[in-house]
Every structure is written in C-alpha cells, then in structure tokens.
C-alpha cells in the first residue's frame, strides 16, 4: 500500500492551472497563437479566428504564420523567432502588419512569448495580437497637426526649423549652396480689413497651393506667420539658381485670384539669403531674410532682394539709433530750432522754418535726415 494523497494534489493542481490556462487563452479577447519551433501554428484561439484577418475557409494549424503577415514585414516575424529560440530573450514586443481577409493592412502590436524546458531549451511560443491601427493613425494625424499649418497644410515653423539644420548640415558636409527665401505678402491685411479674414484665409490657402506648383521636391515649402511663407531650397549650384526660384514664386502670383465673386490681384516681396560650407551656423538665416526682406519692401515691393552684411550692419545701426532716440527725448537731447525766413529786398523776417535738433553725447550732432526717417 502506497499513500497517493500528495500524487493527487499535484494531478489536481496541473488540471486547474491547465484549465486556468485553458480560459485565459480561449476566452481572451485578443487573438492569440501557439507556434512550434518551427513557426508553424498549432493552436488559435476563437478571437483569431473570428478576427477579419483570418484567411476563410483555410484551418490554421500547421501553417506557417507568413501567409496573414504583410510581405514587407515577415522578415520582422523571422528575426523575433531567431531571438527566442536561441534564447537571447524570453519575451519579445514589435510592432507589424497583417493583411486582412478583405485585402485591407492593419497595424499590430504583437507579443510573443517562449515557453521552456528546465534546460532552457524552448518548447513552444504563445503570441497575442493587438490591432494598433486607429492607434497609429490617430497618431500619425497628431504628429502632422505638431509639424504643419493647420490652415495650408504646409510645414510649421518647428518642422522648418529641422529641415533647415538638416540641410545645413549637408552643405557643410558634401559642399554646394542652400537658400531661405522669407515671402510676404504685400498689403494683406486690407484684404482682411476689406473683406473678412475667411475670404483672407481662402487666398492664403490659394497661394500656398500655387507655391506648390514651383516647389522642387528636393526643397520644403513653410508658412512662417500670418502671411509670410518660408522657402528652403537645396542642392543649388549657385546663388543665381535662389534667385531663379525666388522670381519663380512672384511669377505664381501674377495671374489675379477670384473668390466669391471677388477679383484679388496679390503681390508679394522676397528676402533671399544664400549659405555656403563655410556658413557655421544657421540661427541667422531668417533674421537675415528677414532684413533682406525689409529692403524689397522699402525698393518699392513686389520683387526680391538677396542678403548682405552690409544690410545686416545698416539693420543693427538702425535698431540701435531707434532705441537711442526714445532715450533721447526723455533726456532732453532733442531741442527746437528756429531759422529765420528773410525777405532779401526789405531785409525783414517774415517767418521761420523750426528744425529739430539731435545733440548725441557720444556721436555728436545727429543729422535730421537720418534720425527723422
């Protein structure tokens, strides 16, 4: 005679953790495989087979799991296996497309698992699949909203600001020139006061559209503010091709446009800064754009200037006179002067003409004609 007792609690426990697992699997509501050492599929369970990826009419076990795997992707499926079973991992997460029963591509995260033998050798894999497409396309809308225009679609500011240090990066690297152009749009804002900021948004969208026409696929179109657009040109041969692609985006504009019944004919001025492999630093070129801009305003608009130091030293000097002149009236160094207006024949004053003088203490007598501009 032999006391069972404890034989029999063991073959009960494995009959509950059996059923246990037997439950977790079959109930659960993921799809979920066994796959031998081979990768072939010796169970599902009734989440994969009610799942619209399953192939109709086909039975799973044995199959390999390439079939339902999208071609691209069952190198992915490969390397996974080769991990678990060399047992360099236990478990393992990724990410890849099935291929649906109606021929549609769903996105899943998969997680497969290694079940192993007291010798470490691997016996089997369980894998459970989450279908992660709306997931990832919820995703890959927030991602474009955080890097483009939600008015024209165009690149933001955030996305210009990376491709601009790409792009510098390769000129630096492999030689050539790059471009900003900065382009506003002349008088905008009496579209807006004239007509509404909805018939303003609608032109704007219509002049992102035919900047398009002339963007180089190679380059990245970006609205900068309210009506200014960013133009990042690569792979130049030259500064004359910048000025080519600047004169390019006035020539979109010359056709007038037409919304609601309203005739617009819309203008635009460009500044143009051209960078070489022996620029170190991008941080300056919108400012200088900017500055560059400015200029083809102030010669009369609807045309583009290219960038020199100069202009940036002539920008800086004027900023600092501006902030020095406001210093200046509260200081008392501006005073009123009166010339007086005299009749040659009778020697008598019949007036006087009252001038503004600027007594600067470190540069001295301050003409009018170039603090009064």
């Known amino acids: 005679m032999r006391d069972a007792r404890t034989k029999l609690a063991a073959s009960e426990a494995i009959a509950l953790s059996e ?20 990768d072939r599929v010796t169970a599902v369970n009734d989440a994969f087979l009610s799942d619209d990826r399953a192939f109709p009419g086909k039975k799973f076990s044995g199959l390999h799991t390439v079939p339902f795997t999208h071609p691209d992707d069952v190198g992915i499926t490969e390397v996974a296996h080769r991990r678990l079973l060399s047992g360099e991992v236990d478990q393992l997460r990724y990410v890849k497309r099935f291929v649906r029963k109606d021929g549609r591509t769903i996105t899943v995260e998969v997680s497969k698992y290694a079940a192993r033998d007291t010798a470490g050798n691997m016996l089997y894999s369980v894998m459970s699949a989450r279908d992660v497409t709306d997931e990832r396309e919820l995703t890959d809308q927030l991602e474009h909203r955080t890097l483009h225009d939600p008015l024209t679609g165009l690149a933001n500011r955030v996305l210009f600001k990376d491709r601009l240090a790409q792009a510098h ?9 790059g471009a900003v152009l900065l382009l506003d749009l002349d008088d905008f804002k009496g579209v807006n006061d004239t007509h509404g900021h909805l018939i303003g ?6 002049i992102a559209r035919r900047f398009e026409l002339v963007t180089r696929s190679s380059d990245t179109l970006s609205r900068f503010g309210d009506d200014e657009f960013l133009y990042l040109a690569e792979g130049l041969t030259s500064a004359d091709e910048a000025e080519a692609l600047a004169q390019r985006l006035l020539d979109v504009l010359a056709e ?16 143009v800064v051209v960078w070489d492999a ?20 102030v010669q009369g608009k609807g045309r ?32 009123m002067h009166y010339q007086p207006i005299v ?20 540069r001295g007598p301050v003409s009018p004609a170039v603090f009064i501009a």
């Not at 007038?256 to 500044?271: C, K, L, N, T, W």
């Not at 200037?305 to 501006?334: C, D, K, N, W, Y």
């Not at 040659?344 to 503004?356: D, P």
Request: net charge negative.
């Open 19 to 38: 059923e246990r697992f037997r439950l977790a699997f079959e109930g659960n509501m993921a799809p979920m495989l066994f796959v031998d050492l081979e």
């Open 304 to 335: 583009h200037v290219v960038f020199t130091p100069a202009m940036h030293a002539h920008a800086v000097s004027r900023f600092t006179l501006v902030q020095e002149l406001r210093q200046a009236l509260q200081s008392g160094e501006i005073s």
């Open 343 to 362: 009749n040659l024949t009778t020697t008598r004053v019949v007036g006087f003409e009252a001038l503004m003088r600027w007594s600067h203490p470190e």
């Open 278 to 297: 022996t620029s170190s630093d991008d941080s300056d070129f919108v400012q200088n754009a900017d500055v560059a801009l400015h200029e083809a305003k």
């Open 201 to 206: 948004d609608r032109l704007l969208v219509g």
């Open 169 to 177: 990066t390769r000129v630096v690297r492999h030689g050539g020139y």
């Open 256 to 271: 007038p446009f037409d919304f609601a019944g309203v005739h617009f004919e819309q203008r635009a001025s460009v500044g």
